[in-house]
């Protein structure tokens, strides 16, 4: 194999590893957020049951199962892509996994990321908000 094989095979890779490096570091950042905001709903809810945003704790439920469930078929699919990939040679094992990892968290990271937003936004403005 010459050597510019290697060298895009290892740029692809390391690409691949920012990608999930990224992934998670998100996911890091924003869980305590996410755990912040709804403790403090909660603690705002015992003192005025009113307050609550309606439907929040089975909607803190629901999106966990739908995010693995969505997760794990990313991870299907991401497994299937790679596993063909690999038998032409066009990517590496470890690429191939990071990818596969990147996919499967993808659906966790994005409700992260809209929960920081709903539940900021229901914070600053003081009232419950119906679930989306």
Same mark, same amino acid.
């Given at each position: 194999m010459p050597f510019r094989t290697y060298q895009r095979a290892l740029q692809s890779t390391i690409a691949s590893l920012v990608g999930f490096g990224e992934a998670w570091g998100e996911i890091v950042r924003l869980t305590p957020q996410v755990v912040a905001l709804r403790t403090d709903a909660a603690i705002a809810a015992l003192g005025d049951p009113m307050s609550a945003p309606p439907?929040?704790? @089975?909607?803190?439920?629901?999106?966990? @199962?739908?995010?693995?469930?969505?997760?794990?078929?990313?991870?299907?699919?991401?497994?299937?892509?790679?596993?063909? !990939?690999?038998?032409?040679?066009?990517?590496?094992?470890?690429?191939?996994?990071?990818?596969?990892?990147?996919?499967?968290?993808?659906?966790? !990271?994005?409700?992260?990321?809209?929960?920081?937003?709903?539940?900021?936004?229901?914070?600053?403005?003081?009232?419950p908000q119906a679930a989306e």
């Open positions: 439907g929040e704790p @089975i909607r803190m439920v629901v999106e966990k @199962i739908d995010a693995a469930t969505q997760g794990a078929m990313a991870a299907t699919l991401a497994t299937g892509l790679a596993l063909s !990939r690999g038998l032409v040679g066009q990517t590496a094992p470890l690429e191939a996994v990071l990818g596969i990892a990147t996919e499967a968290v993808a659906p966790a !990271r994005a409700r992260l990321r809209a929960n920081v937003e709903r539940l900021g936004r229901v914070r600053a403005e003081g009232r």
